[in-house]
């Protein structure tokens, strides 16, 4: 049920096998549905924060943003660009750390031979293709940006960029702060284990399974033993990682780190400065990049993918959404063809 129109499902069987699709119907009375995407979409804000509400945080009962770009062939690298930023990318601060730490010392070689380490020939064979005068890191980011973000981008995506940072000398503690500052989970076990260090990892699976989240006690029982305390679990960096994860997570019906903080004792007014601003939405950044590619694409064919995403919430919140609009500006616009058996 999208704005394509269809009359074979729009006509009524003379025996009553088929019922006319009266949403369908009024989508198509009431949205033009030859409009392009750029115009009734991606230009009107409101439409937008509606698709970006419904499609950014992935949900285990739908689908969201990363199956759209699956239904119009969005290259990996594009995906990567939607979800991860340069401006906040974790392997970007590591390595301008290293290079503020190690100016002289650390040059692309040494990169080369990190990402190596790690089994990232394919982004060493990125860095071979760019002719550097003085193998400098500055060189690198300065005259080769796109191959530079290529590598943060993919280091951040495949949460590469902790073992390179070990390969190159990072030390453990700069890592977890780096972690720290783009976690709120992270941030709020930091501000747990100060107050209380000897909080044991028992006490917090209690916690937890309080909140029903026995997936993170899943991941403790794996890593740590029930008598280890915070402390353990800040020093255990991969444990750390996987529990974050998991409660940082936004899902509808799901607790998370804000539940978690407010039961170990977090005050509310730390809770919410530690609440992440605004975070660039990839649904909006993808959807730039669909009409980019393709200028000419109708709304017919967008909802008809999101049909297939069987997203018909979706789609009768964007008809609602455009609708309003249309109805504010024009009245209602039918433009599409109207079954014969209308009336």
């Given at each position: 049920m999208?704005i394509?129109?269809n009359?074979?499902?729009m006509?009524?069987?003379?025996?009553?096998?088929?019922?006319?699709?009266?949403?369908?119907?009024?989508?198509?009375?009431?949205v033009?549905?030859?409009?392009?995407?750029?115009?009734?979409?991606?230009?009107?804000?409101?439409?937008?924060?509606?698709?970006?509400?419904?499609?950014?945080?992935?949900?285990?009962?739908?689908?969201?943003?990363?199956?759209?770009?699956?239904?119009?062939?969005?290259?990996?690298?594009?995906?990567?660009?939607c979800?991860?930023?340069?401006e906040?990318?974790?392997?970007?601060h590591?390595?301008?750390?290293?290079?503020?730490?190690?100016?002289?010392?650390?040059?692309?070689?040494?990169?080369?031979?990190?990402?190596?380490?790690?089994s990232?020939?394919?982004?060493?064979?990125?860095?071979?293709?760019?002719?550097?005068?003085?193998?400098?890191i500055q060189?690198?980011?300065?005259?080769?940006?796109?191959?530079?973000e290529?590598?943060?981008?993919?280091?951040?995506?495949?949460?590469?960029?902790?073992?390179?940072?070990?390969?190159?000398?990072?030390?453990?503690?700069?890592?977890?702060?780096?972690a720290?500052?783009?976690?709120?989970a992270?941030?709020?076990?930091?501000?747990?284990?100060?107050?209380?260090?000897?909080?044991?990892?028992?006490?917090?699976?209690?916690?937890?399974?309080?909140?029903?989240?026995?997936?993170?006690?899943?991941?403790?029982?794996?890593?740590?033993?029930?008598?280890?305390?915070?402390?353990?679990?800040?020093?255990n960096?991969?444990?750390?990682e996987?529990?974050?994860?998991?409660?940082?997570?936004?899902?509808?019906?799901?607790?998370?780190?804000?539940?978690?903080?407010?039961?170990?004792?977090?005050?509310?007014?730390?809770?919410?400065?530690?609440k992440?601003?605004?975070?660039?939405?990839?649904?909006?950044?993808l959807?730039?990049?669909?009409?980019?590619?393709?200028?000419?694409?109708t709304?017919?064919?967008?909802?008809d993918a999101?049909e297939?995403?069987?997203?018909?919430?979706?789609?009768?919140?964007?008809?609602?959404?455009?609708?309003?609009?249309?109805?504010?500006?024009?009245?209602?616009?039918?433009?599409?063809?109207?079954?014969?058996?209308?009336?």
């Amino acid at each position: 049920m999208g704005i394509h129109f269809n009359q074979k499902k729009m006509l009524v069987d003379v025996e009553g096998v088929h019922s006319l699709d009266m949403t369908c119907f009024c989508f198509v009375s009431s949205v033009n549905c030859q409009s392009l995407v750029r115009d009734a979409i991606v230009a009107n804000v409101n439409v937008m924060d509606e698709l970006a509400r419904r499609l950014d945080q992935p949900d285990p009962n739908s689908q969201y943003w990363e199956h759209l770009a699956a239904e119009f062939d969005v290259p990996e690298d594009v995906k990567m660009k939607c979800q991860h930023s340069l401006e906040n990318s974790p392997t970007k601060h590591m390595l301008d750390i290293k290079e503020a730490e190690d100016t002289n010392d650390f040059s692309v070689q040494k990169l080369k031979i990190g990402l190596g380490a790690i089994s990232r020939k394919d982004l060493v064979q990125k860095v071979e293709k760019c002719p550097l005068s003085t193998g400098s890191i500055q060189e690198l980011r300065g005259s080769y940006p796109d191959t530079f973000e290529t590598i943060c981008l993919q280091l951040d995506h495949y949460d590469n960029w902790k073992p390179l940072g070990r390969n190159i000398g990072i030390p453990d503690e700069t890592l977890r702060q780096i972690a720290t500052s783009t976690s709120c989970a992270k941030t709020v076990v930091e501000s747990i284990e100060k107050k209380n260090p000897t909080l044991t990892v028992k006490e917090m699976q209690d916690v937890l399974k309080g909140m029903k989240r026995r997936d993170v006690c899943d991941v403790l029982h794996k890593y740590l033993r029930d008598n280890d305390t915070i402390v353990t679990l800040r020093a255990n960096l991969d444990c750390l990682e996987k529990v974050a994860v998991l409660l940082d997570k936004e899902t509808p019906g799901m607790k998370n780190w804000l539940h978690f903080a407010h039961e170990l004792g977090v005050s509310k007014d730390e809770c919410d400065s530690l609440k992440p601003k605004e975070r660039p939405s990839p649904t909006r950044a993808l959807m730039k990049y669909i009409v980019q590619v393709d200028p000419d694409l109708t709304v017919e064919r967008f909802t008809d993918a999101l049909e297939k995403m069987q997203r018909k919430d979706v789609v009768s919140a964007l008809k609602n959404k455009i609708r309003a609009k249309q109805d504010a500006k024009e009245g209602p616009n039918i433009s599409c063809p109207a079954s014969r058996n209308e009336s």
